[in-house]
């Protein structure tokens, strides 16, 4: 499944770009949906800078049909992104954290536009119900367009977050 999202934030794409590259971890705390963000690890390589980080979702959104099987240890995923300065994008690619239920992978980009940026993502969305602990397989194929549907909805959102974070964020400093 594809998954596309398109912002324009009033700030020029450099410092979109350096924001969202450094300050993700603040930024958790504005966005929905989101309890955190862990950097694990980070390798500085100009002008590509990596990241590895672990978010926490927030169950607030899961659907009725697939509660019963969704734990928070679900909602997690795993994120290594390769941020290059140069061109002002990112290749990333996520992973649930456990069970290898979704991934998904894709790049941002941050461009110049008038008044601003344009913060854009691209990315393929995978999902393997029959990976969900404790459900049978016989109701995993039952599943997975419902759990397909929940986390397109949960990670499209979080994607554009991202970018409304940045524009509070840069709101708020002086």
Same mark, same amino acid.
């Given at each position: 499944?594809?998954?596309?999202?398109?912002?324009? =934030?009033?700030?020029?794409?450099? *410092?979109?770009?350096?924001?969202?590259?450094?300050?993700?971890?603040? =930024?958790?705390?504005?966005? !929905?949906?989101?309890?955190?963000?862990?950097?694990?690890?980070?390798?500085?390589? !100009?002008?590509?800078?990596?990241?590895?980080?672990?978010?926490? @979702?927030?169950? @607030?959104?899961? !659907?009725?049909?697939?509660?019963?099987?969704?734990?928070?240890? =679900?909602?997690?995923?795993?994120?290594?992104?390769?941020?290059?300065?140069?061109?002002?994008?990112?290749?990333?690619? #996520?992973?649930?954290?456990? @069970?290898?239920?979704?991934?998904?992978?894709?790049?941002?980009?941050?461009?110049?536009?008038?008044?601003?940026?344009?913060?854009? #993502?691209?990315?393929? *969305?995978?999902?393997?119900?029959?990976?969900? !602990?404790?459900?049978?397989?016989?109701?995993?194929?039952? *599943?997975?367009?419902?759990?397909?549907?929940?986390?397109?909805?949960?990670?499209?959102?979080?994607?554009?977050? #991202?970018?409304?974070?940045?524009?509070?964020?840069?709101?708020?400093?002086?």
């Amino acid at each position: 499944m594809k998954i596309e999202a398109v912002e324009h =934030l009033t700030y020029p794409a450099e *410092l979109v770009f350096e924001t969202v590259r450094d300050k993700t971890p603040e =930024l958790a705390s504005i966005m !929905p949906n989101i309890e955190g963000v862990e950097v694990l690890s980070r390798e500085e390589k !100009p002008p590509v800078v990596h990241v590895y980080a672990r978010w926490q @979702g927030s169950s @607030g959104d899961v !659907p009725r049909v697939i509660r019963p099987f969704v734990k928070k240890e =679900l909602l997690a995923w795993m994120d290594r992104a390769a941020w290059d300065a140069e061109q002002r994008t990112c290749e990333w690619a #996520i992973e649930a954290a456990v @069970g290898q239920v979704f991934s998904c992978e894709g790049h941002t980009t941050i461009a110049d536009a008038e008044g601003g940026a344009v913060f854009t #993502i691209k990315g393929e *969305l995978r999902v393997d119900p029959n990976k969900v !602990p404790g459900v049978p397989r016989f109701l995993a194929r039952k *599943l997975k367009d419902p759990l397909e549907r929940f986390i397109a909805n949960a990670i499209r959102p979080n994607l554009t977050s #991202i970018a409304k974070a940045v524009q509070e964020y840069l709101d708020q400093r002086p």
